[in-house]
């Protein structure tokens, strides 16, 4: 049978006093959150073992928090899973990332794995927010929730401005034929651009037609799609607004292998500001996000969440505001 690590040889190794290893081991407030955790990581390798230490070594959630996402391929959500990475790394937390494909039976797989993994915190860009309502360890919405949700703590843009923005300035353009290349329909954000769009188009008393709205646009190849069949059954001048610059650039490619003119024939609004958008050769016009501040500052307050003395009964809700590039589409 191994050796038991002493006291002393744990603090050797986490390269502090012996009364500092203690404090750690018995929850002292005296020590940093930082040293308590690489002290308590220290002693669980070494199975250390004492009353007061088996409670604090075994029962206590590993520094580890989920993150699920719908597309990491998507350069938005990279830059969001950047600020959360940042973040924990500076909190000596990891992050187990889980790409859900926009599934909601992969949503549901996912969530049970990082609950098995016992893992101190959640952060998730949900599919079906739902999928969430009962779960038993601290969590925040990334990006996406109603804000009718009032029990839910979340950071997200206000999608509602940067729908109105986006449709005002189609309308400026002189394009009423506006069509909105929106995700999946059940997720909060479809319908909070949507009701952004409405707003813009009642200021200029008109209706938005429900039809103008093409549902389950997600890659480049959707934005091409859509277009295609926009004009089979309208013709130019028009209008797109995107619910991603990736589907933003799959329709301005196909527009203009199809030698359409932008913006005077095809107008075209993307949704995210991802750092491609500059150096088309065409420079879309998009609404801007703070994606990279969304990430941080979701992990901080998740790690504040996460340290109360009763982190299911807080709830923390940030909204950034979103504005408009307008460049050559």
């Known amino acids: 049978m191994a050796k038991k690590m002493t006291l002393k ?3 050797a190794i986490a390269g502090v006093s012996v009364s500092t290893v203690s404090k750690a081991l018995n929850q002292s407030t005296e020590i940093s959150e930082n040293t308590r955790r690489r002290i308590v990581e220290v002693a669980r390798a070494g199975r250390y073992h004492s009353s007061q230490a088996d409670r604090t070594l075994w ?4 520094p580890i928090v989920g993150f699920l996402v719908p597309d990491v391929a998507n350069p938005y959500f990279a830059r969001l899973w950047h600020g959360v990475e940042d973040i924990a790394r500076s909190q000596g937390y990891s992050v187990v990332t889980c ?9 549901l797989q996912q969530l049970d794995m990082l609950q098995r993994l016992n893992v101190a915190g959640m952060l998730t860009v949900p599919i079906r927010e739902e999928l969430y309502r009962n779960l038993d360890i601290p969590f925040l919405f990334l990006s996406r929730c109603s804000v009718a949700n009032n029990s839910a703590s979340y950071v997200i843009n ?3 401005r940067g729908a109105y923005l986006a449709g005002k300035y189609l309308l400026e353009q002189g394009k009423k034929e ?3 290349l929106s995700g999946p329909q059940d997720i909060s954000v479809a319908k909070t651009r949507t009701q952004g769009l409405q707003v813009a188009f009642r200021e200029k008393s008109l209706p938005f037609p429900k039809n103008h709205i093409l549902y389950d646009n997600l890659t480049l190849k959707d934005g091409r799609r859509a277009l295609e069949r926009i ?4 013709r130019p001048p028009i209008g797109l607004f995107c619910s991603s610059d990736i589907v933003a650039i799959g329709a301005l490619s196909a ?3 199809w030698s359409y003119k932008i913006p005077d024939e095809i107008s075209i609004v993307g949704y995210d500001n991802i750092e491609n958008d500059q150096y088309l050769d065409y420079p879309l016009t998009t609404i801007a996000q703070a994606d990279y501040q969304i990430g941080s500052q979701g992990m901080k307050m998740l790690m504040e969440i996460i340290t109360s003395k009763e982190p299911y009964q807080q709830v923390s809700q940030v909204m950034f505001e979103p504005e ?3 460049r050559k589409t």
């Open 9 to 11: 040889e744990i603090a």
């Open 255 to 257: 527009a203009r292998a």
């Open 59 to 62: 029962e206590e959630k590993p």
């Open 324 to 326: 408009i590039i307008v």
């Open 178 to 180: 506006i069509f909105f």
């Open 158 to 160: 206000n999608d509602l």
């Open 231 to 234: 004009l089979k059954s309208y």
């Open 99 to 107: 790409n859900t494909g926009e599934d909601p039976e992969l949503e």
